[in-house]
């Protein structure tokens, strides 16, 4: 069973997760840097160590690379990835009732498929 | 490093604190929590030097500052209530800070800007909250090496509030202890936390380690669900018929593990914050209801 994390988690979870979507979402790309720590424990008014243990999570995520004395970058996303999250989502709606027939109507209207339309 | 060995204090007959240990590493912002009457004033005007201990010492880098005038100097204490003379103003305060401290007016006039302070208007007229902005532009003015803050988010507005933290972060060389109710701002704001209950440290560590040892769920089960339902034992509970909501202190992959052998309709996990924690902490130590 798929479970979700729902609520205001605590701010380390939410550092994590925020970079992580925008990683996910193209909102932060490979190679682009992250703001340093102290930056982002300023703006954000947090522990500094807080934001070190985010930055370090995204890192063990493959998410960041973190090089001494130049910071924080993002790594290129591979394909693979992108995949393992279609999967993820899927499963989740998987677990709700989504029929198979139902997803591959759903991959036919986001890809724009004229079979898939046919069928519909 | 702020150290305490065996501290203990008695007011009359009333012990407050019956042997606290203590350490604090240098550099750290430390939150020091209880509930009201637990003695953290107590505790941080002891470390001020303003009330002599009966029992125990505190070491401020392995030195006693009970008695000791120029470890006075390496400390700044900002009560709750703060005096002052009658008729002085923050550009007075400053002046007398000035003579006791490494003051950078750079800083204090950066505060002073951001708060909007009155330099030259009686402190006795302003508000409470412009009271408390005034005392904490003096205090970070004062890059003391360690700063000691009673009740330090009280009267303060959001916006004062997130200065007050970032000024806190500036501190980089100041080891910082604060006590407050506000869990939130000290969620934000501290590394480590002690729990003052009983006399003594009931608990410590660093805040993140201790919220990532207690978890919260939501399941919801094909029938009502009452707290003998759950596999585990929980520091908290409640229910609302098939839906119940508690808090495990356990591995989250095992309760997860329990929980799905119960075949729920669904299992979520909750975040638990600071105030979430203390509650269940202060609860399981008897008090409240």
């Not at chain 1, 989504?98 to 591959?104: C, G, H, I």
């Not at chain 2, 107590?42 to 392995?62: K, S």
């Amino acid at each position: 069973m798929e479970i979700r994390l729902t609520g205001k988690s605590n701010i380390y979870e939410q550092i994590t997760e925020e970079y992580a979507r925008f990683i996910r979402l193209g909102a932060l790309r490979a190679g682009e840097k992250l703001p340093s720590v102290r930056e982002l424990a300023m703006r954000l008014g947090v522990n500094p160590n807080t934001v070190d243990r985010a930055y370090g999570e995204l890192e063990k995520r493959g998410l960041i690379m973190t090089i001494p004395k130049k910071g924080a970058f993002v790594r290129g996303e591979s394909s693979d990835e992108r995949y393992d999250e279609a999967v993820r989502q899927l499963s989740v709606l998987k677990g709700a009732g989504l029929s198979e027939s139902d997803a591959l109507r759903a991959v036919a209207e986001v890809y724009g498929s004229a079979r898939g339309k046919e069928e519909i | 490093m702020l150290e305490i060995r065996g501290l203990k204090k008695s007011y009359g007959k009333k012990p407050v604190l019956a042997g606290v240990d203590l350490t604090v590493s240098d550099g750290a912002v430390f939150g020091l929590v209880g509930i009201n009457g637990a003695g953290k004033t107590t505790l941080l005007r002891l470390i001020a030097d303003v009330l002599r201990p009966d029992g125990g010492e505190i070491l401020l880098d392995g030195v006693s500052v009970t008695g000791n005038a120029a470890k006075r100097r390496e400390l700044f204490f900002l009560p709750d209530e703060p005096y002052y003379a009658g008729g002085t103003t923050v550009g007075k305060l400053a002046e007398m800070y000035k003579t006791f401290y490494a003051f950078d007016d750079e800083v204090f006039k950066r505060y002073a800007d951001i708060f909007k302070l009155e330099r030259n208007m009686p402190v006795r007229n302003f508000s409470k909250g412009m009271k408390r902005q005034a005392f904490v532009a003096l205090a970070l003015a004062c890059k003391p090496r360690y700063l000691l803050l009673d009740e330090a988010f009280d009267g303060l507005d959001p916006l004062a509030r997130l200065e007050f933290k970032r000024g806190l972060i500036e501190l980089e060389e100041s080891t910082v202890i604060i006590s407050s109710h506000s869990l939130r701002e000290l969620e934000d704001i501290c590394s480590g936390f002690a729990l003052l209950d009983g006399g003594s440290i009931a608990d410590a560590g660093d805040i993140t380690d201790a919220l990532g040892k207690v978890h919260k769920f939501q399941i919801a089960l094909p029938r009502p669900v009452t707290r003998e339902d759950i596999p585990l034992e929980c520091l908290s509970f409640e229910a609302e018929g098939r839906v119940a909501r508690f808090i495990v202190r356990c591995d989250r992959e095992e309760a997860v593990r329990m929980l799905s052998a119960l075949s729920p309709l669904f299992i979520e996990e909750i975040a638990v914050d600071f105030e979430e924690l203390f509650i269940c902490e202060v609860k399981g130590r008897g008090y409240l209801q």
